[in-house]
């Protein structure tokens, strides 16, 4: 039977109005089966349509249906395409289907085209000819859509498939500008998400195969989970020559809950070799770890930011920093850190930026617990080999660090014990609580110097010596807080001892006693349309004295050892501006100065440390700071925000420290920032930095250094950046003097590893 189809069926018997159309239609009959030819179809209802050429159906009365099938990629469609078919092919129970010619279906969950499509239900078996299958959002993790272009696809019942010349994209432009290339990929579809196993896999940018990867690319992907490439870079520097740097990364979630995550950054450089970086962690609920590795057999002599030349022991080059912490019933905590390098120029020469910004790691274990009313902590520090930041190599002194081998404190929160009349300055009933506190630590430190230049095999921190302090150490403290008519005072005692050995030296005691008063207030005032000001005075009177057989500190350990008797009057006044409907000041302002009343003994604690030379007048180093953020105010600076901090020394040192960081975003594409810092005459740099969003497709980033006092160092930077939908392209040059760094850098980043789509993805550095 041949003729011309249109039909147009009611919606009763099936869930949605569906819409069938052929140019012809042939249908015969061959034994117990239906053999059923349509040129030209289309197929149309809510949510799904498909097109092809011919189409061939094969049916079988009905009966039992075909075993349920687990069809990872584009099997997803094969039930909506046979349901709605049934206006052409009538009741029966399909055997075979194929679709040739110019092949189109498309879905709430994507679309697949193809030249020719055979299915067969009772085996489950699909097979498909030049394929180009898009996933819409949602098939990988946030929310980026997943694409195959491949020569062949065969998917199974079991959720197993094979892919034959594919390549997988993000890109849903005709050509894709991003892609990565499998000669072979054969893969499993599971409840928690898609494995993979593939062979011959390279990086392809627009239609170019630039960069071989290995078969690890294609592992788990899922919607909790992706592993793969990450981003390509290429530097050229000083340190490296040039520089080829590829980086993977891989997330997960377990049963429990917990994120599993993995970086490895292999490289390979002209000067140096090799260097391989790698990262792994884990977060849950009791548990957290992140190691840090670093190797290199380093082909290349050291460079170096050090006043002399400084040779390495051994060219095997490595770093290790572990951090693990692990909760125990909610209050306990114990971190086990370690920190290892092979020798001290690991951190100066391969990772200057942590080396000159971040804390000094230790290896250390670190046992805490927080109750209610105490706390309780322990460290142990271990002995690292290379531990530290070694400043001092810039000069003449040995670095070195304290390292505490145990200590053990305890502390007692504030808490009331008693009651005293207090008349007008008490609660309700007339009286006014007694606070009580106190605390104790037992502490071995030990000093260890290191040498930067040492014979092969000999501890660099055991090639000059060291220092030991065993201390024993407890306090006290009361006070009896009182209010009245807006004021508060606060008057109380406190007690300081501690009894402790250097070395082979008899034990030395101190004893220190501290007398104070506060008096305090806070002040507030509403204006017309909510605004409003508070300020919050404070003035402290202190006197601290030792007794008589205390023994003066020849080696300051930290900060108790500074300590020191004397009298001061430390004087504060706080103040916060906010807005209409809003809690968070807009602006705060922050003063704080010392008066000493006896010149010849002023009082020294870790805040004021009047240890400069003489002083202007009576008055220690004061200090004030500025934070204003007028966008909180509904100002039309909107981004602008300012952060000051100016610190006033002795006669001698002046401005002893100023700190300045400001910036604004006058537009939403721009933004641009300056911060810059001076201490006395020793040094003082400033940054300036600009980030321009040019269109949707184009930015460029700069940073600038300058100096205005002594010599630190500077650098400079400056790169664009091309933002396609689905990656980002960054190339740039760099010069940092301080370093020896120069060179530039160039950098290929898929988005779909980095965030959701249609965001531009972080700003990548050389």
């Not at 105010?633 to 960081?661: C, H, I, P, Q, T």
């Not at 040059?733 to 020896?740: F, I, K, Q, S």
């Amino acid at each position: 039977m041949i003729l011309p189809v249109l039909i147009a069926l009611w919606a009763a018997p099936f869930p949605q109005e569906i819409v069938a159309k052929a140019e012809t239609v042939r249908s015969e009959t061959k034994g117990d089966e239906t053999w059923v030819e349509v040129t030209d179809l289309r197929l149309e209802a809510e949510g799904f349509q498909a097109e092809a050429d011919f189409a061939f159906f094969r049916l079988a009365p009905k009966g039992d249906r075909a075993p349920t099938a687990t069809h990872a990629l584009a099997g997803r469609w094969m039930g909506p395409l046979l349901s709605r078919a049934q206006p052409l092919t009538g009741d029966g129970r399909f055997l075979e289907v194929r679709l040739q010619g110019s092949v189109s279906i498309q879905g709430i969950e994507g679309s697949l085209l193809c030249s020719q499509l055979l299915y067969l239900p009772r085996e489950g078996l699909l097979e498909i000819e030049n394929v180009d299958l898009l996933l819409d959002a949602g098939v990988l993790p946030s929310g980026w859509p997943l694409r195959l272009v491949a020569r062949s696809l065969v998917e199974n019942a079991d959720g197993s498939f094979r892919v034959v010349d594919g390549k997988m994209t993000t890109c849903d432009e005709d050509a894709p500008h991003f892609a990565v290339r499998a000669g072979s990929l054969e893969g499993m579809a599971g409840e928690e998400g898609i494995r993979w196993k593939a062979e011959s896999v390279a990086l392809e940018v627009l239609g170019t195969k630039v960069l071989p990867l290995p078969a690890t690319f294609f592992q788990d992907w899922g919607e909790t989970g992706i592993a793969g490439f990450h981003s390509i870079a290429v530097s050229s520097n000083d340190r490296y020559g040039t520089r080829v740097e590829t980086r993977w990364r891989g997330a997960s979630e377990d049963s429990r809950g917990r994120q599993w995550s993995w970086a490895l950054a292999p490289s390979a450089s002209t000067r140096r070799g090799f260097p391989l970086e790698a990262e792994f962690g884990v977060d849950g609920d009791n548990v957290s770890s992140n190691w840090k590795l670093f190797h290199l057999r380093d082909e290349e002599s050291d460079v170096h930011p050090y006043a002399r030349r400084i040779r390495r022991s051994e060219d095997e080059r490595w770093r290790a920093r572990v951090e693990n912490r692990f909760t125990f019933k909610k209050s306990w905590v114990l971190d086990a850190d370690l920190a290892l390098t092979s020798d001290v120029l690991v951190d100066p020469e391969f990772f200057p930026g942590a080396w000159r910004t971040q804390e000094d790691q230790v290896s250390q274990l670190y046992l805490a617990r927080r109750g209610r009313d105490h706390f309780f902590e322990a460290t142990v520090e271990g002995s690292d080999s290379a531990g530290f930041s070694p400043f001092a190599g810039f000069g003449d002194s040995l670095p070195g660090h304290f390292e505490s081998r145990p200590s053990f404190r305890w502390e007692a929160f504030s808490s009331t014990l008693a009651s005293t009349p207090a008349g007008p300055f008490g609660g309700a009933d007339g009286r006014a609580p007694v606070n009580f506190s106190w605390g104790g630590e037992l502490a071995s430190f030990q000093f260890r110097e290191t040498s930067l230049d040492t014979h092969l095999g000999v501890d660099p921190f055991l090639s000059q010596g060291e220092f030991r302090r065993n201390r024993g150490r407890v306090w006290w403290e009361s006070s009896i807080p009182l209010h009245a008519a807006g004021i508060s005072l606060r008057p109380g005692i406190r007690m300081d001892g501690a009894s402790w050995t250097d070395d082979s030296a008899s034990a030395e005691e101190r004893v220190l006693a501290e007398a104070y008063l506060d008096i305090s207030s806070t002040l507030s005032r509403a204006y017309t349309g909510g605004w409003g000001h508070r300020v919050q005075p404070l003035i402290r009177f202190r006197n601290r004295r030792a007794s008589q057989d205390s023994s003066p500190i020849q080696r300051v350990v930290d900060s108790w050892d500074l300590l020191a008797p004397g009298q001061a009057v430390e004087m504060s006044l706080r103040q916060y501006w906010t807005a209409p409907s809003q809690s968070t000041p807009w602006m705060e302002l922050d003063l704080r100065l010392p008066w000493y009343p006896d010149l010849a003994a002023p009082l020294s604690d870790s805040n004021f440390l009047p240890d400069h030379g003489d002083r202007a007048g009576d008055f220690g180093p004061g200090e004030i700071r500025i934070w204003l953020e007028p966008e909180r105010a509904g100002s039309s600076f909107s981004g602008a925000w300012l952060n000051a901090r100016l610190r006033r020394g002795d006669s001698k040192a002046g401005l002893e420290e100023g700190y300045l960081s400001t910036g604004f975003r006058p537009f939403e594409n721009l933004s641009a920032s300056l911060a810059y810092r001076e201490v006395r005459d020793l040094f003082g740099i400033g940054v300036v930095a600009a980030d321009w969003r040019l269109g949707r497709a184009w930015g460029v980033s700069c940073r600038q250094a300058f100096t205005t006092e002594g010599d630190p160092g500077v650098f400079s930077e400056i790169s664009l950046q091309h933002y396609a939908h689905d990656f980002q392209l960054e190339a740039g040059v760099h010069r940092d003097e301080t370093l020896g760094r120069s060179g530039f850098f160039f950098s290929l980043t898929p988005l779909f590893l980095m965030g959701t789509p249609g965001s531009p993805g972080p700003r990548m550095s050389p």
